[in-house]
């Protein structure tokens, strides 16, 4: 069995003002004792994996030789297939150039871009150094590296953001050329920035961020993106195979500060001192609900025991043969409809 393999990289430049993942300040020496932990973990485990996923935190903030220790120590310890769909994300606001060419160099094929928006007033606002010319200089120079199998991530819902400012985003993205979006709505967290500044923040109201993610959708259609899962879309034949496993209940071990696994039936998770901690079994009917109503091939039906028919009526779900799957607006309301449903 094929498993996901993904790594944790703490590490930010700065912390943005949205941001509620667990990251820290980089400094040099404390990401090198870190991989050097990492490398540690590797050793007590044994398995195969066909994805390998670096994320962050910031792992593009590292020196390119520590992702190629990183992935060096992977293949010694683990039977990585050759085929391996291997990801770094990246920030654009450093000079990728060299470090896509190492990456490239040790079978990356594959990097995740934080784009968030193409109007440079948004992309500030969001706390992000980079303008749309050093989004633009990454792709091109991944592009020059080798690298081909980008994906650029989106954000819905920002300050400043309006309908129309939208069309600059999506203009954006048919000039690159790249092979994957991820769009997600901004929600305001809990410990962030934001969260402290939520009264003053010039942010679309509910309807209008409602209009944006169908206009999303509807938008990257048209430019040849096929619609996979709530927030991502692909060119055909370039869904994340990663983040598959997620959605689709196949195990994945996750390693480094806060990093969570289903493996072997468990789930656990690392806490931030990377201690173990147990998480309870996976792979549950729930589980599979929850998962794999995200996708937009949705599941078999015969896992709902609840009735589900007033959401085909309101035309929330769809009903196809076997299995049931949320409608775009559906999409909208997935969390309410998920927990009517498990």
């Known amino acids: 069995m094929s498993r996901g393999l993904y790594i944790h990289i703490p590490f930010c430049r700065s912390k943005c003002p949205y941001c509620d993942f667990y990251s820290v300040r980089y400094q040099q020496d404390a990401a090198e004792k870190y991989v050097s932990r990492l490398i540690d973990e590797m050793k007590k485990y044994n398995s195969s994996f066909d994805t390998v996923y670096l994320g962050g935190g910031t792992p593009s903030v590292l020196a390119s030789r520590l992702i190629g220790e990183i992935i060096r120590a992977a293949r010694e310890n683990f039977n990585i297939s050759p085929d391996c769909e291997i990801t770094v994300e990246c920030n654009p606001s450093k000079d990728l150039e060299k470090d896509f060419e190492d990456y490239a160099a040790f079978g990356v094929n594959r990097v995740s871009i934080g784009m968030q928006s193409a109007r440079n007033s948004e992309r500030f606002a969001l706390g992000r150094a980079a303008g749309q010319a050093q989004v633009a200089k990454a792709v091109n120079d991944a592009k020059k590296a080798g690298i081909y199998n980008i994906s650029l991530d989106v954000m819905l819902g ?8 939208l069309d600059e985003t999506f203009e954006f993205i048919s000039q690159m050329d790249v092979t994957h ?30 209009d944006m993610y169908l206009k999303t959708v509807s938008s990257l259609r048209s430019l040849g993106f096929d619609q996979y899962e709530i927030s991502n879309f692909s060119k055909p034949g370039f869904e994340s195979r990663h983040n598959l496993k997620y959605w689709e209940l196949e195990e994945y071990l996750g390693l480094g500060a806060s990093a969570h696994s289903y493996f072997n039936k468990k789930r656990f998770y690392y806490d931030r001192d990377f201690n173990i901690v147990d998480d309870g079994d996976g792979g549950t009917d729930e589980e599979k609900i929850m998962l794999g109503l995200r996708l937009n091939k949705g599941i078999e039906k015969n896992l709902v025991k609840k009735d589900y028919s007033r959401f085909c009526k309101s035309g929330l779900l769809t009903e196809n043969g076997g299995r049931i799957a949320l409608t775009e607006k559906g999409m909208l309301v997935s969390n309410y409809i998920i927990s009517e449903l498990i």
């Open 158 to 165: 920002i300050p400043r953001q309006t309908i129309d400012s």
């Open 181 to 210: 979006i991820s769009a997600y709505m901004l929600k305001i967290e809990e410990n962030t920035k934001f969260f402290e500044m939520k009264d003053r923040l010039d942010l679309p109201d509910e309807d209008t961020v409602c």
